[in-house]
């Protein structure tokens, strides 16, 4: 489809120009030496920008939530380092000033979608955005919540599809490969896949993000831990350091055949 | 069912204590004349808390967005003026104090259930919580985010089951009976049962509200608007002043043959 | 609500004419002793319709598939001992007529709701039909899926809401109880309500029960076993004997209170 | 991944070899002239298999049902005259007969999933089966509802991914791309994608179709009509025939690049 996407830039990388890029990074930030070793580890496999959570929203006030400010610096530092934009959650307002500081574009989670007051303060920011779907929401909502930030005056939006919540148990939720397509048609926004909050399931991450790439989506969002299993967070949907490389060299070859 | 329910005193309310309450009034407060009109009406007929929009979380950001403090404040002389406590909901942390000041309970809308910083700043008041189920979250999501006030220090908690998104397109939600004895007893919270929203049926209000109290619902809340073709939010659920009163009749009788 | 609807005569009971009826019995017919035992203590409580599964769909091919027509045949000459009508569930349209001659009332599953060869053969007898809301089913489907016997020219329909699937996983389904009143109101057919197969779960069947006669059910369905943790299908939400005997004798109060 | 499908053949086609192939045709077979002419634009594309409704499950009795035997011996001709295998549904068990002398493989339609007497009539014979999987049916269900075929001596199975039902509005259901990879991981069957009944919407096929191959379907099923606008049924979905040849050439193509 030839469509009039509004590529977005963070850093010097540019998401929805028909070239699609790789996000990848820790679930969460859990100490310096990790997130070297992640980052170094995806600089050299050809990803584009740098992930890793410091305020964890989690269904359980007694899970992990993060390091907070703390990790926000080290993911600054560590960017720096090597010289990868980062990307970051941020789940309140007062979290945005920090983050602004700190990050080269901000993550609205799914659970914050319907967040509206997050949104309209987002929208009054000129940082680029990474608009998670709600587990909840339709196609149509998602744009809607896009729309609280374009009506504050920010429209530099890219769209993070990462599963929907339906009766099927095998999968965490279920990718909606459908919604790529369309949210790039109908709201003109760059769209990336997340397959690993979709799926929840290693072995689908591979066979996941193909399907994203040949549905037309602008980029793949990827977890990598150093040793998945002892991961503070996600660890089941976790690629390991060596399995992130050969699915990254798999996915920029599917990209440049395109 | 004989069961250890934690009671919730709400000015000179109690919910929870086997005497199903009432909560009614208008979705949004829109002028001082219909919330006086509705306030004179909902006590004559034997409500004991009067809710009123101030705040109002809206799929798309050129909707009705409410009248904010200055609704609240209405909201309050209404309440004072007519001796009954109220009720109003609260979106972002920066509202909780006005509205601390205005109402006397406090209410967390379905799409903030899984807004985790809302829930611990509100952990941190002792102010009555009206924790609405998110529409597509599961039993243990909702009582994992009471805990997430619990763990602040808050236990004043009220449930309000609301409907859950499904497949079904006849009805705006599904209202999952179920959860009303499981939410009880499993979480030990009251459990309010909101028709309105669950169904979006004006139609449907009353065999909810019978079901609700039949499976154990400590109380129902109803929207009610003095003209509901002319409301500016949620009309085509909401009852007319004689409409309520004839169901509110109804709702309390069966109350008493329990 | 004063509703227009066509009641159905089943032996010696009327469905439909605004006194609900009780249905009960086993999940299968295991054997003649326990069918017997199950069967006098309905009849002492006041059910007015013996229920038995001799065709049992499953959706694994290597569990108990029901006794066929041996199991259809006890249940005639049980239903006849102890003189009370007997529903009976139908697979495929060869089971018809064996179950005709033996059953007073036929049931359609809710895994046969869409099976539209059987329902237009079932559309051609003059049975009374028992038709389960699909678990995948809009109302709108279940009301076409009635219109396939009304087009064969048998209109002797009853429906049951049995639940249908959602994220919930706390329950085996969720009840839609809002289907009961919109059912009644748009197809004009009685409904009753089966909270056994609705909620998976023994501790519910009360408040669910409770519920959908508050909601306008036009009769409810148990399920009941001599010792439900022996049964061959469906243990976990039967009631046992004495269980049966207390809830039949609330449901029956109620009822007479409306 | 290197998996052990079992492959299955169809006429002279071979299905879960690594290499997928394409079904192709109408809906419903209307006519002889349409039917022809679908079938020389689909053989000539480079579609291995035509497929054609006869007995058709509508929702409701008032819809086209199909030509049955008529369409049936229809199909049967002009897939000889052209020399190329057809596909068709059967919906009852006496369907299967007359099925068996006129087509190469039948179909299990997605309604039919759980109708577990036409699934053990057919497990009896040794023609290849096309099950799709029930809209509302998990991938666990759909495995085992292939054992009826399978305990009944019948291995010959493809599975067909025809999308879900879930909350989303803007497609008719939710293709559940991540159920190809699975039900071949864990069921072993070959795994075709239908993306017209995923969908609905013809602008989506393409994206999908893609993704499904990309995912590791073994094969894709579409609708083709000569008049997309004037179709008796699904319409909407179908592709015309040039929008047919231009789709095809590009999922071949992307198959070799595999």
Avoid at 17 to 37: D, K, W
Avoid at 166 to 193: H, K, Q
Avoid at 240 to 245: A, D, F, G
Wanted: proline letters at 5%; hydrophobic letters at 45%.
């Amino acid at each position: 489809m030839n469509l009039d996407i509004r590529s977005v830039t963070v850093g010097d990388v540019h998401i929805g120009t028909g070239n699609p890029i790789l996000i990848a990074g820790p679930c969460s930030v859990e100490n310096v030496g990790m997130l070297r070793e992640v980052a170094r580890a995806v600089v050299e496999a050809g990803v584009s920008i740098l992930r890793g959570g410091s305020f964890k929203p989690r269904t359980s006030p007694y899970s992990f939530q993060g390091l907070g400010l703390e990790g926000l610096k080290l993911l600054h530092s560590v960017g720096k380092e090597f010289n990868i934009p980062v990307v970051t959650e941020v789940m309140a307002i007062h979290q945005i000033e920090p983050a602004m500081e700190h990050a080269d574009m901000l993550q609205v989670g799914a659970r914050n979608m319907h967040n509206f007051s997050l949104l309209s303060a987002l929208g009054k920011t000129d940082m680029p955005i990474l608009l998670k779907r709600g587990f909840m929401a339709t196609i149509e909502e998602w744009l809607m919540a896009a729309e609280y930030l374009v009506k504050e005056g920010n429209d530099r939006i890219v769209l993070c599809e990462r599963g929907i919540r339906t009766f099927e148990t095998w999968t965490r939720n279920t990718l909606d490969i459908s919604a790529v397509p369309l949210a790039r048609m109908l709201g003109g926004y760059p769209v990336i896949v997340d397959p690993c909050h979709a799926s929840g399931r290693r072995d689908l991450l591979e066979p996941l993000s193909l399907a994203g790439l040949a549905a037309g989506a602008d980029g793949i969002m990827l977890e990598v831990h150093p040793d998945p299993d002892k991961a503070l967070s996600d660890g089941g949907q976790s690629l390991s350091i060596p399995e992130m490389k050969k699915l990254v060299f798999k996915l920029l070859k599917q990209s440049e055949n395109k």
